[in-house]
């Protein structure tokens, strides 16, 4: 048993299958059951921020009972006091903060006086899910091309020496994974970068159905716009991570994405979309105008965007 001082005791707890840093947790448990979740809870005590860390596997479900049990267990162990926990954040998984069954209430019966919040990283990830219908189809279209690609061995390896021959800058595209917070704008990213060996890729496969898309001059200006989108958006999730980060430079960072997002629909009103570089080079290469329903789409997406922000983030306003 370890001697640690049991003074003032915050608690940080996720459960995770795909990530080891708790920075860049996706969590599994939105999936309700997860056999191999690897549950984090990092112990911060008193002020001299001496850390008592839990890893350990969730062997059948991921409820809050079994949170609980894991981590009273490992109080237990260490010689830790409930009374004196003053805080507790979680990654808002069911599990976590669900309506049903709440692993921080379980918190507050032991300790009463315990301030529960919500992980800023994946409220973030939850703001940043907004899509507008049409650019959803879009979305969508894209992930049934890379999985036409991708879920076959054949086909993998035939796009791949395809993108050889054509001395392509890669040479493999990108799954979708939902549960990666990342994973939208690194796979739309790609099939932008690489529009042009996959129609023809598709086109050897004889797949019109798909090819069509590459030859829609508004399915490609939407795939433009999301990959700027969704870069900017993956920009400040990557800033919102590391060691040694702190709550003040996190809201300083938000807050001024949300100015940006202001001046982003307001550009884009105008008729200036200088700042969406693919999206820009989309237009110039076909030497085409930004038309009306695409300005309208984009500046309802910002604004979701930036209701969003301020929705799961109340603090900002």
Not at 25 to 34: D, L, P
Not at 296 to 311: A, F, G, N, Y
């Amino acid at each position: 048993m370890s001697c640690v001082d049991p003074s003032l005791i915050s608690i940080i707890v996720c459960a995770d299958t795909s990530y080891t840093s708790i920075t860049s947790t996706s969590t599994a448990m939105e999936f309700g059951v997860t056999p191999e979740s690897l549950l984090h809870c990092l112990v911060y005590v008193n002020k001299s921020y001496d850390m008592v860390t839990l890893h350990c596997a969730l062997e059948t479900t991921t409820k809050a009972d079994d949170v609980m049990e894991k981590v009273s267990t490992f109080f237990q162990e260490e010689d830790l006091q409930w009374e004196n926990v003053c805080g507790v954040c979680t990654d808002g998984a069911p599990a976590m903060l669900g309506s049903k069954s709440v692993f921080q209430s379980r918190v507050k019966k032991l300790a009463p006086q315990a301030k529960g919040i919500h992980c800023m990283i994946h409220r973030y990830a939850l703001a940043s899910k907004t899509l507008p219908a049409s650019l959803q189809e879009v979305l969508e279209s894209v992930i049934i091309i890379v999985n036409y690609i991708k879920t076959k061995a054949l086909n993998t390896r035939l796009f791949k020496e395809l993108c050889k021959d054509m001395h392509a800058d890669h040479e493999v595209l990108l799954f979708y994974t939902a549960v990666r917070w990342l994973s939208k704008g690194n796979v739309i990213n790609r099939v932008f970068e690489m529009k042009d060996e996959i129609k023809l890729f598709l086109e050897t496969q004889e797949r019109k159905d798909l090819v069509v898309h590459f030859e829609d001059e508004a399915w490609n200006k939407r795939v433009a716009y999301l990959a700027d989108i969704f870069d900017q958006l993956n920009k400040l999730n990557l800033k919102l991570q590391g060691r040694e980060t702190q709550v003040l430079p996190f809201q300083d960072s938000l807050r001024a994405f949300v100015s940006k997002l202001q001046n982003l629909r307001r550009k884009t009103n105008l008729g200036n979309i200088a700042m969406f570089e693919k999206l820009c080079g989309v237009m110039g290469e076909s030497h085409i105008q930004l038309d009306q329903f695409l300005k309208d789409e984009i500046t309802e997406h910002l604004q979701s965007l930036e209701k969003e922000v301020k929705c799961y983030f109340p603090e900002l306003s």
